[in-house]
Protein backbone atom coordinates (compact mmCIF):
# COMPACT_ATOMS: atom_id res chain seq x y z
CA UNK A 1 0.00 0.00 0.00
CA UNK A 2 1.35 3.42 -1.28
CA UNK A 3 0.77 5.90 1.78
CA UNK A 4 0.57 9.64 0.74
CA UNK A 5 0.83 12.43 4.02
CA UNK A 6 -0.62 15.65 3.22
CA UNK A 7 -0.42 18.77 5.36
CA UNK A 8 -3.06 21.45 4.72
CA UNK A 9 -1.35 24.23 6.44
CA UNK A 10 -3.63 26.52 8.95
CA UNK A 11 -2.37 29.35 6.42
CA UNK A 12 -4.74 27.75 4.04
CA UNK A 13 -7.90 26.74 5.87
CA UNK A 14 -8.43 29.56 8.30
CA UNK A 15 -7.97 33.67 8.10
CA UNK A 16 -5.04 33.46 10.28
CA UNK A 17 -4.99 36.82 11.71
CA UNK A 18 -8.90 36.46 12.83
CA UNK A 19 -9.22 34.44 15.81
CA UNK A 20 -11.56 31.21 14.96
CA UNK A 21 -12.02 32.13 11.47
CA UNK A 22 -12.19 29.24 9.19
CA UNK A 23 -11.91 29.70 5.28
CA UNK A 24 -14.39 27.61 4.39
CA UNK A 25 -14.94 27.67 0.55
CA UNK A 26 -10.67 26.90 0.61
CA UNK A 27 -11.86 23.86 3.00
CA UNK A 28 -14.26 22.75 0.02
CA UNK A 29 -11.95 23.46 -2.72
CA UNK A 30 -9.32 21.21 -1.47
CA UNK A 31 -12.07 18.54 -0.13
CA UNK A 32 -12.81 18.39 -3.88
CA UNK A 33 -9.84 18.00 -5.01
CA UNK A 34 -9.10 15.08 -2.92
CA UNK A 35 -12.29 13.47 -3.98
CA UNK A 36 -11.36 13.13 -7.08
CA UNK A 37 -7.99 11.80 -6.73
CA UNK A 38 -9.35 9.25 -4.32
CA UNK A 39 -11.64 8.59 -6.93
CA UNK A 40 -8.46 7.63 -9.44
CA UNK A 41 -6.31 5.75 -7.11
CA UNK A 42 -5.73 3.25 -4.71
CA UNK A 43 -3.13 5.13 -2.88
CA UNK A 44 -3.90 5.90 0.93
CA UNK A 45 -4.04 9.00 1.90
CA UNK A 46 -3.20 10.93 5.76
CA UNK A 47 -4.49 14.19 6.46
CA UNK A 48 -2.94 16.73 8.82
CA UNK A 49 -4.22 19.52 9.12
CA UNK A 50 -2.58 22.72 10.46
CA UNK A 51 -3.93 24.94 13.76
CA UNK A 52 -4.03 28.59 12.19
CA UNK A 53 -6.16 30.95 14.24
CA UNK A 54 -7.75 28.13 15.64
CA UNK A 55 -5.08 27.07 17.44
CA UNK A 56 -1.74 29.61 17.56
CA UNK A 57 -3.38 32.49 19.11
CA UNK A 58 -4.99 30.44 22.06
CA UNK A 59 -1.57 28.20 22.47
CA UNK A 60 0.48 32.05 22.49
CA UNK A 61 -2.18 32.67 25.50
CA UNK A 62 -1.48 29.64 27.54
CA UNK A 63 2.27 28.23 26.22
CA UNK A 64 4.29 31.13 27.93
CA UNK A 65 3.33 30.17 31.41
CA UNK A 66 2.81 26.41 30.58
CA UNK A 67 -0.32 25.02 30.13
CA UNK A 68 -2.61 24.61 32.73
CA UNK A 69 -5.44 22.36 32.44
CA UNK A 70 -8.04 25.13 31.53
CA UNK A 71 -5.28 26.06 28.86
CA UNK A 72 -5.28 23.11 27.69
CA UNK A 73 -8.73 22.38 27.56
CA UNK A 74 -9.72 25.82 25.45
CA UNK A 75 -6.66 25.41 23.00
CA UNK A 76 -7.97 21.56 22.21
CA UNK A 77 -11.35 22.41 21.98
CA UNK A 78 -10.82 25.23 19.46
CA UNK A 79 -8.59 22.82 17.26
CA UNK A 80 -11.14 20.04 17.49
CA UNK A 81 -13.75 22.63 16.15
CA UNK A 82 -12.02 23.12 13.12
CA UNK A 83 -11.06 19.61 12.86
CA UNK A 84 -14.42 18.88 12.39
CA UNK A 85 -15.38 22.03 10.30
CA UNK A 86 -12.61 20.15 8.01
CA UNK A 87 -13.90 16.08 8.62
CA UNK A 88 -17.93 17.73 7.70
CA UNK A 89 -16.06 19.27 4.53
CA UNK A 90 -14.75 16.35 3.49
CA UNK A 91 -17.66 13.90 4.35
CA UNK A 92 -20.05 16.18 2.14
CA UNK A 93 -17.11 15.53 -0.53
CA UNK A 94 -18.16 11.55 -0.11
CA UNK A 95 -14.46 11.02 1.34
CA UNK A 96 -14.70 8.53 4.01
CA UNK A 97 -12.48 10.10 6.94
CA UNK A 98 -12.12 10.06 10.51
CA UNK A 99 -10.70 12.62 13.13
CA UNK A 100 -7.10 11.17 15.62
CA UNK A 101 -6.79 13.76 18.34
CA UNK A 102 -3.05 14.03 18.86
CA UNK A 103 -4.44 14.99 22.56
CA UNK A 104 -5.61 11.53 22.97
CA UNK A 105 -2.90 9.21 21.00
CA UNK A 106 0.79 11.23 21.64
CA UNK A 107 2.72 11.90 24.37
CA UNK A 108 5.72 14.24 24.35
CA UNK A 109 8.81 14.89 26.57
CA UNK A 110 10.08 18.41 26.11
CA UNK A 111 8.00 19.18 22.80
CA UNK A 112 9.67 15.60 21.26
CA UNK A 113 7.37 13.37 20.10
CA UNK A 114 8.38 10.42 22.50
CA UNK A 115 4.69 8.25 21.87
CA UNK A 116 2.19 7.97 19.13
CA UNK A 117 -0.46 4.73 18.79
CA UNK A 118 -0.62 4.24 15.73
CA UNK A 119 -2.64 1.03 15.66
CA UNK A 120 -5.72 3.03 14.81
CA UNK A 121 -4.50 4.89 12.03
CA UNK A 122 -3.02 1.52 10.43
CA UNK A 123 -6.81 0.12 10.93
CA UNK A 124 -8.29 2.69 9.07
CA UNK A 125 -5.76 2.97 6.33
CA UNK A 126 -6.87 -0.79 5.76
CA UNK A 127 -10.33 -0.27 5.95
CA UNK A 128 -9.93 2.68 3.03
CA UNK A 129 -10.54 5.24 5.73
CA UNK A 130 -8.79 8.69 5.99
CA UNK A 131 -7.15 9.56 9.35
CA UNK A 132 -6.94 13.26 9.87
CA UNK A 133 -4.80 14.43 12.18
CA UNK A 134 -3.78 18.15 13.80
CA UNK A 135 -1.97 20.63 15.64
CA UNK A 136 -3.10 20.28 18.78
CA UNK A 137 -1.99 20.65 22.74
CA UNK A 138 -0.79 17.24 24.27
CA UNK A 139 0.58 15.74 27.61
CA UNK A 140 4.25 16.15 27.65
CA UNK A 141 6.12 14.10 30.41
CA UNK A 142 8.92 17.38 31.46
CA UNK A 143 6.54 20.11 30.94
CA UNK A 144 2.78 19.59 31.65
CA UNK A 145 1.69 20.03 28.60
CA UNK A 146 3.05 21.13 24.74
CA UNK A 147 1.96 22.36 21.86
CA UNK A 148 2.29 19.30 18.61
CA UNK A 149 2.50 21.54 15.28
CA UNK A 150 1.21 19.70 12.19
CA UNK A 151 4.96 20.14 10.57
CA UNK A 152 5.95 17.82 13.07
CA UNK A 153 3.24 15.34 12.93
CA UNK A 154 4.20 14.80 9.82
CA UNK A 155 7.80 13.21 9.53
CA UNK A 156 6.95 11.46 12.74
CA UNK A 157 4.43 9.64 10.58
CA UNK A 158 6.25 9.72 7.34
CA UNK A 159 8.73 7.57 9.25
CA UNK A 160 6.44 5.59 11.04
CA UNK A 161 4.27 4.99 8.02
CA UNK A 162 7.50 4.59 5.44
CA UNK A 163 5.02 7.04 3.74
CA UNK A 164 6.17 7.49 -0.20
CA UNK A 165 4.61 10.85 -0.83
CA UNK A 166 4.79 13.61 1.73
CA UNK A 167 3.61 17.52 1.08
CA UNK A 168 2.67 20.60 2.88
CA UNK A 169 0.48 22.84 1.74
CA UNK A 170 0.77 26.68 2.73
CA UNK A 171 -0.33 29.92 2.13
CA UNK A 172 3.13 30.76 -0.61
CA UNK A 173 4.41 29.12 -3.79
CA UNK A 174 7.30 27.23 -1.95
CA UNK A 175 10.19 28.17 0.32
CA UNK A 176 10.76 31.82 -1.22
CA UNK A 177 14.54 33.48 -1.90
CA UNK A 178 15.26 36.86 -1.31
CA UNK A 179 13.67 38.46 -4.68
CA UNK A 180 10.25 36.05 -3.65
CA UNK A 181 10.77 32.79 -6.16
CA UNK A 182 10.37 29.42 -4.67
CA UNK A 183 13.53 27.82 -4.59
CA UNK A 184 13.31 24.46 -6.44
CA UNK A 185 15.19 22.49 -3.75
CA UNK A 186 16.41 22.59 -0.25
CA UNK A 187 19.07 20.27 1.22
CA UNK A 188 20.75 19.80 4.40
CA UNK A 189 23.73 21.76 2.40
CA UNK A 190 21.79 24.52 0.71
CA UNK A 191 20.24 25.32 3.80
CA UNK A 192 22.84 27.01 5.36
CA UNK A 193 22.99 29.68 2.92
CA UNK A 194 18.71 29.70 2.46
CA UNK A 195 18.59 30.00 5.95
CA UNK A 196 18.79 33.81 6.48
CA UNK A 197 15.84 34.18 3.85
CA UNK A 198 13.02 31.84 5.93
CA UNK A 199 11.67 33.27 8.84
CA UNK A 200 8.21 32.44 10.91
CA UNK A 201 5.04 33.28 10.05
CA UNK A 202 3.94 36.74 9.22
CA UNK A 203 0.71 35.66 11.43
CA UNK A 204 0.73 34.72 14.94
CA UNK A 205 2.65 31.37 14.78
CA UNK A 206 3.73 29.45 18.14
CA UNK A 207 5.23 26.78 15.95
CA UNK A 208 7.92 28.66 13.91
CA UNK A 209 6.03 29.27 10.62
CA UNK A 210 8.12 28.70 7.57
CA UNK A 211 11.66 28.18 9.60
CA UNK A 212 9.63 25.34 11.25
CA UNK A 213 8.36 23.76 8.68
CA UNK A 214 11.50 23.65 6.62
CA UNK A 215 13.78 22.65 9.55
CA UNK A 216 11.23 19.42 10.50
CA UNK A 217 11.22 18.32 6.81
CA UNK A 218 15.43 18.64 6.89
CA UNK A 219 15.31 16.08 9.29
CA UNK A 220 13.17 14.06 7.63
CA UNK A 221 15.53 14.39 4.43
CA UNK A 222 18.25 13.56 6.71
CA UNK A 223 16.73 9.75 7.10
CA UNK A 224 16.25 9.67 3.21
CA UNK A 225 12.57 10.69 2.87
CA UNK A 226 11.71 13.94 0.79
CA UNK A 227 9.08 16.12 0.86
CA UNK A 228 7.66 19.20 -0.74
CA UNK A 229 6.32 22.59 0.33
CA UNK A 230 3.80 23.74 -1.85
CA UNK A 231 1.07 26.37 -2.40
CA UNK A 232 -2.32 24.73 -1.38
CA UNK A 233 -4.43 28.05 -1.25
CA UNK A 234 -3.85 28.04 -5.19
CA UNK A 235 -6.98 26.27 -7.06
CA UNK A 236 -5.36 22.55 -8.44
CA UNK A 237 -2.27 22.61 -6.33
CA UNK A 238 -3.16 19.91 -4.22
CA UNK A 239 -4.00 17.74 -6.96
CA UNK A 240 -1.23 18.37 -8.58
CA UNK A 241 0.70 17.46 -5.66
CA UNK A 242 -1.31 14.09 -5.39
CA UNK A 243 -0.78 13.22 -8.84
CA UNK A 244 2.77 13.47 -8.13
CA UNK A 245 3.63 16.66 -10.00
CA UNK A 246 6.56 18.34 -9.18
CA UNK A 247 4.92 21.49 -7.02
CA UNK A 248 6.94 24.21 -4.76
CA UNK A 249 9.87 23.51 -2.89
CA UNK A 250 11.29 20.00 -2.68
CA UNK A 251 13.39 19.11 0.91
CA UNK A 252 15.64 16.34 -0.03
CA UNK A 253 18.67 14.86 1.32
CA UNK A 254 21.33 15.90 -1.71
N1 LIG B 1 11.36 32.40 3.00
C1 LIG B 1 10.04 32.18 3.18
N2 LIG B 1 9.33 31.51 2.26
C2 LIG B 1 8.02 31.28 2.43
N3 LIG B 1 7.31 31.69 3.51
C3 LIG B 1 7.95 32.37 4.47
C4 LIG B 1 9.35 32.64 4.35
N4 LIG B 1 9.73 33.32 5.45
C5 LIG B 1 8.63 33.49 6.20
N5 LIG B 1 7.55 32.93 5.64
C6 LIG B 1 6.18 32.96 6.21
O1 LIG B 1 5.77 31.65 6.55
C7 LIG B 1 4.37 31.57 6.37
C8 LIG B 1 3.91 30.13 6.31
O2 LIG B 1 4.02 29.56 7.58
P1 LIG B 1 2.78 29.44 8.57
O3 LIG B 1 3.23 28.69 9.77
O4 LIG B 1 2.12 30.77 8.76
O5 LIG B 1 1.76 28.58 7.69
P2 LIG B 1 1.18 27.13 7.95
O6 LIG B 1 2.22 26.24 8.50
O7 LIG B 1 0.55 26.79 6.65
O8 LIG B 1 0.04 27.40 9.03
P3 LIG B 1 -0.21 26.54 10.39
O9 LIG B 1 1.05 26.66 11.20
O10 LIG B 1 -1.35 27.24 11.04
O11 LIG B 1 -0.49 25.17 9.93
C9 LIG B 1 4.16 32.33 5.09
O12 LIG B 1 2.83 32.78 4.96
C10 LIG B 1 5.14 33.51 5.24
O13 LIG B 1 4.52 34.58 5.93
MG1 LIG C 1 2.94 26.83 10.66
Redesign the pocket.
Known amino acids: MSIVIL ?1 I ?4 I ?1 E ?1 DIVSSARKDDIDRISQEIASFKANSSDALIIV ?4 SF ?2 PQAMKWANAGFDAQGAYLTHTSVKALNSIVLDSLDRAGIRALPVHPLSSCLLENGRLVEFQLSQVRLMLDRGVVPVLH ?1 DVVMDRALGAAVL ?3 RIVPYLATAMSASKIG ?5 E ?4 ETGAAVKKITPVSFIDIKK ?7 T ?1 V ?7 VSEFLELAKRGINSRIFNASRKGMVSKFLYGEDVGTLIADK
Open positions: KGGSVTKHGAGGHGSGDAGSNVGVLDHIQGSASDTGGMLGK
